[in-house]
């Protein structure tokens, strides 16, 4: 699975929904220091799953932004950060068109009670399905006033919390990257492209 650098936040005004699961749809990114890391990269072209059973997270903020891929087209994501994760059977998936066909590329980890770990971890998704719950939620704040290190465009609608929890984790996306990701008891396997993560 590759991790590349981080999706800059929008210059426009996208608005995201003020609910739970637009909430946790940031959840599963991680926050990277704006200054400390390039916050600017192409995105190969393919989204990717990655699904959990159960996420715990403390520092999060989401916000909207773009994903650019590697020909210049443009995606719209909601950037969500976290400071510190952990990811209970974790799974990720992609599928690539090759000259050889259709490969998928399968990783696994964190099961067997030794969850996976991130910390400042961000992810640029599309999509986000699960049960989630938050500690002293703000939602609506200013997207530059995020209680994150990585923070958006000023007046752009955006959302933070101390804490989170996401059982059952479901997440389409364009872009994950972490300072450090600790994949524990790790497989990765090539397959025909027909199992993903969910």
Request: a negative charge.
């Amino acid at each position: 699975m590759k991790f590349p650098s981080l999706t800059r936040s929008h210059a426009g005004r996208v608005t995201l929904a003020a609910v739970p699961v637009g909430i946790v749809a940031a959840v599963l990114l991680g926050g990277i220091a704006q200054g400390a890391v390039p916050v600017s990269f192409a995105v190969s072209g393919s989204q990717f799953q990655i699904g959990a059973t159960q996420l715990d997270g403390t520092g999060f903020s989401q916000y909207a932004g773009v994903a650019t891929d590697t020909e210049g087209g443009e995606h719209a994501v909601a950037i969500a950060n976290i400071k510190s994760a952990t990811l209970s059977d974790l799974c990720q998936s992609v599928i690539t068109e090759t000259p050889l066909g259709t490969v998928g590329v399968l990783i696994t980890a964190g099961g067997d009670g030794n969850p996976a770990s991130a910390t400042d971890l961000q992810i640029g998704m599309t999509g986000l399905k699960g049960d989630a719950s938050f500690g002293n939620i703000r939602i609506g704040v200013d997207a530059s006033t995020v209680n994150t290190d990585a923070k958006g465009t000023p007046g752009d609608f955006a959302q933070d919390a101390d804490t989170v929890t996401i059982a059952n984790l479901q997440q389409t996306a364009w872009s994950t990257q972490a300072a450090v990701f600790t994949l524990t008891g790790m497989n990765l396997q090539l397959t025909d492209g027909s199992q993903g993560c969910f």
